[in-house]
């Protein structure tokens, strides 16, 4: 089991930034791509960015792609997403996610092991 801690959500207002990081523990072997998804009031959670373990592949949804980047330190277990430009749309509950087989996916099925989710809010 991989268990799964995100910090570094807050509020910010429109064009701020912000970092949150995903901290592994457990059998942190048995991940190897990692991602970030996100839900906002009243619509389906979304893919954000993902990222392999190995060969560093990245994904960036259209929405955050040039805004956002996403990180990991292998060493220390963790996964980080730099936001940038934040807008207000970019409000929602934050999820880090780890998968235990490559590639790094999209879908949120994909993946086996969840954090609790960190709140982002972006006022304009």
């Known amino acids: 089991q991989v268990h799964l801690v995100e910090s570094g959500g807050g509020s910010v207002q429109a064009g701020g930034s912000l970092r949150l990081s995903c901290a592994a523990s457990g059998r942190t072997q048995d991940a190897n791509a990692g991602g970030w998804f996100r839900q906002a009031p009243g619509k389906e959670r979304e893919f954000v960015a993902s990222?392999?373990?190995?060969?560093?592949?990245?994904l960036y949804a259209p929405s955050v792609e040039g805004r956002f980047t996403i990180s990991r330190d292998n060493v220390k277990h963790t996964v980080n997403l730099q936001m940038a430009s934040l807008k207000p749309e970019d409000t929602a509950v934050y999820y880090c996610?780890?998968?235990?087989?490559?590639?790094?996916?999209?879908?949120?099925?994909?993946?086996?092991?969840w954090g609790q989710g960190t709140q982002v809010t972006v006022s304009s």
């Open positions: 990222i392999s373990w190995s060969s560093n592949n990245i």
């Open positions: 996610a780890a998968r235990r087989v490559l590639p790094a996916g999209v879908h949120d099925y994909e993946y086996d092991y």
